[in-house]
Every structure is written in structure tokens, then in C-alpha cells.
């Protein structure tokens, strides 16, 4: 495993790591969750990642009954959480980015994953009727108080970064260190346009989700679509709805020859695409079962992807976001 500052941050991440959604506390169960832990430390991977909302906080109780089921040393691993959707609660202040919700899901957080700080807080989510300086005052106060280490966004747009930034700049704080947006074959924009001035002005750092879509750049929807997997699952139509049709199943079947050709998996292919974009600086993988994990986590024993074949992708799916000309 290889392993990449976090930006222009002094902290260093896998170029692989590994997180909970839909899987841990509702999907698989807790032995399998501690395999897939075990799996991915033994690897190298030294990002965990959380969310109060995922499983409404049961996802961050399995992760805190494993680590300390595990007893890793706490300096070599990190751990994330990221607050907006709440843990379930939907009244006034159960959710969004106030200071009031802010401190209460750390301190959920700390206490579900049974940490005394965490390495990574993200906002999950921009929070439109949350003013801007008490968001950052709020996460500075955490990192003044050691609760957390560095803090972040998700799916935040450029211009709000840099708002971020420029509140922090303004009254000395710490302003955010990493985003974290979808980044796959399938969904470019943001990565490889919006953020792109932001790498080297902010030093933006970014830990990327879904880089599988969902598991749809694998092969086993190619043909049919398969029993027991996420995008079949009752609750996540809306998912299916946005992520399943013709016309990915057709790019991953062109994709899923070009990688048997090099010797590459569907999945390997994919990871390795997002690993070779030198702004991601970690790939974050979901796996519902150990054998995937072991699969996706291998694509760091395949050689670099050749500018051939990173050509002969582009090709394929045919979606190089282009920047504003301004
Ligand atoms: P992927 O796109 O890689 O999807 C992972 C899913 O794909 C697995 O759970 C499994 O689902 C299937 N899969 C994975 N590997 C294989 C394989 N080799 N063969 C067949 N199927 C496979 O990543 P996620 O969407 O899970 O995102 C990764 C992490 O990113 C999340 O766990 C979370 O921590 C974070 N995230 C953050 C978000 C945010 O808003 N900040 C949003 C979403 C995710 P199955 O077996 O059920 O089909």
C-alpha cells in the first residue's frame, strides 16, 4: 500500500481505504464487518470511514465494537465521521450543520465509535440555513478542543469551499482540509472540473466514494441483474433509479473487455482509474463480503494504467468533462 498526503495537510492516508454505508449494521453482519476490517488493515488501508447517519448510528457502533474488539494501536489507523443527516431524529436541530448539531453528533460520534477523538469530521452535506462562520468557528472550536483533527465537506460545491476558506482566513481558523465527492468512470464533474484550482490554492485533499457506482462497474450486471446485491435492495430504488441503465451496462461491458485484455477485473479497473488521478488522494471501497474486498484491495499488485489504455477508456465512456474556457 502506498500512501498520500491528505492535500496540502502534514497527514498521510492509504491510497485505498475503506467504508461502512449500507453495509455495516443493516446489510452484513458484525463478524463479517470485522473480517472486512481485518481484511483492509492487513492490507495497508489506514482510513476508516463513518457517518452518524449511516444505519442510523449502527454503522458506527459495529466500527467502534470492532476496534476495540481489535485493540489496533490508535496511532495507525484514522477515522472519519461526517455530520447533516442525523442518526434517525428528525426534529429541529437533529440534523444540518448548526453548532448545536455539529457538537452533538462529535460527541455521538466519539461515543458510538468508543474514540477519544476523530481523525477526519466531514460535513456531509452543505447546509444552506447554517451561516458560514458558524460552521467554521464550530469545527475549529473541535480541533481546539482535540475532539477532532482535521475537518472537511462532502459534496460541497467549489464556490462553497472557498467561501469556507475565506471565513477562515478572515478570523484565523482552521478551514477545511479535504472534501469528499463521488468520483467513478460514470461521474467526473466535480473532481476533475469544479475542484480543479482548488488543489493548488486551498490544497484541497479528496477521499472519493463510490468508486465501483455502486458496484455497477463490476461484472455482475452485465448479463442480468443479479439476486442479493445493493442496487436490488427494496430501500434503494432511488438508487437503482439513478445509477442502473442500458447505457452504463453497455460502457461497463466494453469496460469489463478492456480490463480481461490487460489482466485487470472490472473492479480493479475502475479503482485503479481513480487511483491514477493524482487529486484523489484516497479511494474509499465498500464491499458487502470479504472476497470483493479482496478483489478491489489487489489493484494495488496491477501495473500503473498506460496512457493507451487510459485512452482506450476515454473512448469508451466517451464523458471528459470539459472546463469552463473562461
Ligand atoms: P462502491 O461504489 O465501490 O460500491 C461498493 C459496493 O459494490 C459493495 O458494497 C458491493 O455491493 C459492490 N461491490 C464492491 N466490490 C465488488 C466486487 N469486486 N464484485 C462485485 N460487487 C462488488 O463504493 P460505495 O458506494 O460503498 O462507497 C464507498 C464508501 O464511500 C462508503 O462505504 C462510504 O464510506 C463512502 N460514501 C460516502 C458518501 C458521501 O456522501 N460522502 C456517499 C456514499 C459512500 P453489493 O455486494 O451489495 O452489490
Known amino acids: 500500500m502506498e500512501y498520500r498526503y491528505l492535500g496540502k495537510s502534514g497527514l498521510q492516508v492509504s491510497e485505498l481505504s475503506f467504508g461502512s454505508w449500507i453495509t455495516f449494521g443493516n446489510q452484513i453482519d458484525d463478524s463479517v464487518s ?50 447533516f443527516f442525523g442518526d434517525g431524529g428528525k426534529l429541529p436541530n437533529q440534523t444540518g450543520l448548526s453548532r448545536k448539531h455539529l457538537i452533538e453528533a462529535c460527541h455521538a460520534a466519539l461515543k458510538r465509535l468508543q474514540v477519544d477523538y476523530l481523525d477526519l ?17 464550530t469545527m475549529n472550536h473541535l480541533i481546539q478542543q482535540g475532539k477532532i483533527l482535521y475537518w472537511g465537506t462532502s459534496e460541497w460545491s467549489a464556490l462553497e469551499i472557498m467561501e469556507a476558506h475565506a471565513v477562515a482566513e478572515k478570523y484565523r481558523l482552521i478551514g477545511p482540509v479535504m472534501e469528499q ?58 438508487l437503482r433509479a439513478s445509477a442502473h441503465n442500458e447505457q452504463r451496462i453497455d460502457m461497463a461491458r466494453k469496460l469489463n473487455a478492456l480490463a480481461l485484455e490487460i489482466d485487470y477485473t472490472l473492479p480493479q479497473l475502475a479503482v485503479q482509474w481513480c487511483r491514477s488521478n493524482p487529486n484523489v488522494s484516497t479511494v474509499i471501497l465498500g464491499a458487502s463480503k470479504t472476497s470483493q474486498l479482496e478483489e478491489n484491495l489487489a489493484t494495488i499488485d496491477k501495473p500503473a494504467l498506460t496512457q493507451e489504455i487510459k485512452d482506450k477508456i476515454e473512448a469508451i465512456v466517451d464523458n471528459k468533462p470539459v472546463p469552463p474556457q473562461w
Not at 121 to 137: A, G, L, N
Request: charged share 25%; hydrophobic share 35%; aromatic share 14%.
Open 181 to 238: 465527492p463521488q468520483y467513478n468512470l460514470f461521474h467526473r464533474q466535480k473532481v476533475e472540473v469544479d475542484y480543479r484550482k482548488l488543489y493548488d490554492t486551498v490544497g484541497l485533499g479528496t477521499t472519493i466514494w463510490s468508486p465501483l457506482a455502486s458496484g455497477l462497474l463490476t461484472s455482475k450486471y452485465l448479463d442480468k441483474f443479479p439476486e442479493g446485491t445493493r442496487l436490488g435492495r427494496k430501500e434503494l430504488e432511488w
Open 34 to 83: 470485522t473480517r472486512l476490517m481485518e481484511i483492509a488493515y492487513d492490507h495497508g488501508v489506514n482510513f476508516f470511514d463513518n457517518a452518524e447517519t449511516y444505519a442510523d448510528g449502527k454503522s458506527e457502533i459495529v466500527m467502534g465494537n470492532i476496534l476495540s474488539k481489535l485493540k489496533w494501536d490508535r496511532t495507525s489507523y484514522l477515522i472519519s465521521s461526517k455530520a
Open 121 to 137: 469530521y466531514f460535513c456531509h452535506r452543505p447546509d444552506k440555513k447554517t451561516p458560514m462562520h458558524e460552521v467554521v468557528w
